[in-house]
């Protein structure tokens, strides 16, 4: 008992020294001995890691100055106008933002096709900025660190610095959740920021509305229940609630104040919308990939995702599979699996076989997973100087029903023609001001087909379900 009292002694120890006045909220704030240079030094060591697991900024100088501008302007109102910040639109289609200590602040392009107006994309820039300067995002690394977090369940098991290195602190502890009362604090701050500056204090709220909708909509696609978010969504790593926001923003006053809407929707005009062939896309129940030339599918029932380092798809059933690339030294493909993959995994027999003349192998262990056991299947297909890699999870209960289904997927890996190659290109946002004649399916049918377009294109602008907008507003829809 000495000791146990003796340890907590310690863990408090620092957390009574790090308690301090933070003049954003004039209340305590505990970020262990972290100081304000060591915000910076974690903000500018963690932000490479950030950049390079999101896909990497957007390539576009005219939006990322756009974002800077809005969000600068917000700053210099805030209680800390001397702090440095750094506004980044990441290359991703994940709807989503957040801050690293030390005023890095990050949107992601899916984020910017979701929003209507400059003065809801101020609102998120707003939030974000309220944590920072209540020090939420440096309280949340501190307690990460106290907390000692790991690396990724599939690294852990495969030994796999490739699947590890993407859940380090900088793409990880991001995306952990804030607490209620963090959230309805940055709201508060934001609130106070934008109106400030002059922008309508209801837009946050409206904004709530559409990345609820939107969330809905995506967790219906990939057959998730309707609360059931996806775990990089916005709407699982900031909690908030529709009611919190609007009291939030009830203490700022009316909401009168400008939108900016035709500024920020020229700012987005060609904005590449979804997966960017350069990184590979997600073609329905395909994975296409020009700059690497490779192509495969996954089985009906299962969503595809393009992440940054791997690409995910899953099925409602609780089955996985992963799929990533890696460039390795001239080594058997068997030897391979056996000796660097699936080095600290028992494969027992790995089996050497052929997909469409690449050289493959492939072999299979069941692990005990934290949800129980897993059947883990490791299958590496070498192409050219590139080995090619699908990791498959599976509940026991289904491996063997979905054997056929996977091997498909496995022998569905094949080079892209260079006619498929040549004809993948990103689609965007364009604009479209609604003329005299102009029918809502008319409107759709300059969406890309897919299940779903009409909604996505009532929730992308704002539109109740089904209605036609008036003759001359400008709408977005997706093009290439």
Request: charged share 20%; net charge neutral; hydrophobic share 40%.
């Amino acid at each position: 008992m000495i000791r146990t009292l003796a340890l907590a002694a310690l863990l408090l120890a620092p957390a009574l020294a790090g308690c301090t006045v933070n003049p954003a909220t004039g209340g305590p704030s505990f970020t262990g001995f972290m100081g304000p240079e060591e915000e910076s030094r974690i903000g500018r060591e963690q932000h490479p890691q950030v950049v390079r697991a999101f896909g990497g900024v957007y390539p576009d100088r005219r939006i990322q100055d756009y974002m800077t501008r809005v969000g600068q302007s917000l700053v210099r109102v805030t209680e800390l106008p001397d702090l440095r910040f750094t506004f980044t639109v990441l290359d991703s289609p994940v709807i989503n933002a957040f801050a690293l200590p030390g005023g890095y602040v990050y949107v992601t392009r899916g984020l910017m096709a979701l929003a209507s107006d400059e003065a809801e994309i101020a609102g998120v820039l707003a939030h974000e900025i309220g944590h920072v300067t209540a020090r939420h995002s440096a309280q949340r690394h501190s307690q990460q660190v106290v907390a000692g977090l790991g690396a990724a369940v599939v690294g852990a098991i495969t030994g796999s610095e490739e699947f590890a290195d993407s859940f380090s602190f900088g793409a990880s502890a991001v995306l952990q959740s804030y607490s209620r009362d963090q959230e309805f604090e940055a709201d508060t701050l934001a609130v106070r920021y934008l109106g400030r500056v002059g922008y309508a204090l209801d837009a946050m709220a409206g904004f709530l509305g559409k990345l609820d909708r939107q969330s809905r909509f995506e967790a219906e696609l990939a057959g998730r229940a309707p609360g059931e978010v996806d775990g990089l969504n916005i709407m699982s790593t900031h909690p908030r609630t529709l009611d919190r926001v609007q009291r939030a923003a009830s203490t700022g006053g009316p909401g009168q104040g400008r939108r900016e809407r035709d500024a920020y929707l020229q700012a987005i005009d060609g904005l590449v919308y979804g997966d960017d062939p350069e990184h590979g896309f997600v073609s329905g129940q395909a994975f296409i990939h020009p700059r690497l030339g490779i192509r495969f599918e996954v089985p009906p029932g299962f969503r595809l995702v393009n992440g940054a380092r791997q690409v995910i798809a899953q099925n409602p059933n609780g089955a996985t599979i992963a799929f990533d690339s890696a460039q390795v030294e001239p080594i058997a493909t068997a030897d391979y699996l056996r000796r660097v993959w699936g080095r600290s995994l028992p494969l027992g027999e790995v089996e050497q076989t052929q997909v469409n003349g690449f050289e493959t192998a492939t072999g299979a262990v069941r692990i005990q997973a934290r949800r129980g056991p897993l059947d883990l299947r490791l299958v590496a297909i070498r192409m050219d100087q590139a080995i090619h890699r699908f990791l498959y999870l599976t509940p026991p209960a289904l491996t063997q029903p979905l054997e056929t289904d996977l091997r498909r997927a496995t022998y569905s890996f094949r080079r892209l023609t260079s006619a498929e190659a040549a004809a993948a290109r990103p689609q965007r946002i364009r604009l479209h001001a609604v003329r005299p004649g102009d029918t809502r399916a008319g409107l759709i049918d300059f969406m890309p087909p897919e299940a779903g377009r009409g909604r996505r294109f009532d929730i992308m602008n704002g539109l109740a379900d089904g209605a036609i907008p008036p003759v001359g507003t400008v709408v977005k829809v997706i093009a290439e």
